[in-house]
């Protein structure tokens, strides 16, 4: 079975680009998650899903953040307008219990 | 917020040694989930501790869950290079939201 899948696996944009970041989540599971990565904070969680409705989005930074779940098999994650500050990796994972499953992430740059 | 503080944050030993990680918290979880990081990829799921005082091995990998699940340690026998990576410990609290630690980025030198 393929895992969670995440495209693009690198992004490198300019400040005030919109950025959209998609995730296709393991069949047959049940909740997704957003999550970035940063060295000084370490894995944020962003917002999760459960049954494709948005359950918990307080981790979300800013109104510039916005995530949809449109169907049970992807999910996309929307930067608009991105800054430097954004910079990090993204990862998605969804789970169907308790263990959740990590995509390889997307790598953003934003100059 | 619940925090979960691991310690310490940056470990590098030699081959054959032995290491133990810590993961803190003041709050209690349902469960308790360890991960490993490898440079380009995501966090994988090692193992997941729910019993206070549960013990758990996967190898040299020994994973225990204190007595009032607050708190965890991750033990390494005779580390080797391939043990490198970022240790993630997560809390799971309602709805399987997770909470994750700082990471403990292990080096292990031949």
């Known amino acids: 079975d393929a895992g969670v899948i995440q495209s693009p696996r690198h992004e490198v944009t300019e400040m005030g680009q919109e950025v959209t970041l998609r995730c296709k989540p393991i069949s047959g599971h049940n909740s997704l998650f957003w999550y970035r990565q940063t060295m000084m904070r370490g894995l944020e969680l962003l917002i999760y899903f459960n049954n494709n409705v948005p359950i918990d989005d307080s981790g979300m930074p800013e109104d510039r953040f916005s995530a949809k779940m449109p169907n049970a098999s992807f999910s996309t994650l929307k930067i608009q307008p991105s800054e430097p500050r954004d910079s990090a990796v993204y990862f998605c994972a969804s789970s169907l219990r308790s263990k959740q499953f990590f995509g390889p992430g997307t790598r953003l740059t934003v100059l | 917020t619940q925090l979960l503080e691991q310690s310490p944050q940056f470990l590098s030993i030699q081959e054959g040694e032995n290491l133990t990680v810590y993961c803190n918290s003041s709050s209690v979880f349902s469960s308790l989930q360890w991960y490993r990081q490898e440079p380009g990829e995501g966090p994988v799921l090692l193992v997941t501790?729910?019993?206070?005082?549960e013990v758990k091995k996967l190898k040299r990998l020994t994973f225990q869950f204190g007595d009032a699940r607050k708190d965890s340690s991750l033990h390494i026998t005779a580390a080797q290079p391939g043990d490198t990576g970022l240790y993630l410990c997560a809390g799971e609290t309602s709805g399987s939201r997770l909470t994750f630690g700082e990471g403990t980025q292990l080096t292990v030198n031949p």
């Open positions: 501790v729910v019993t206070g005082g």
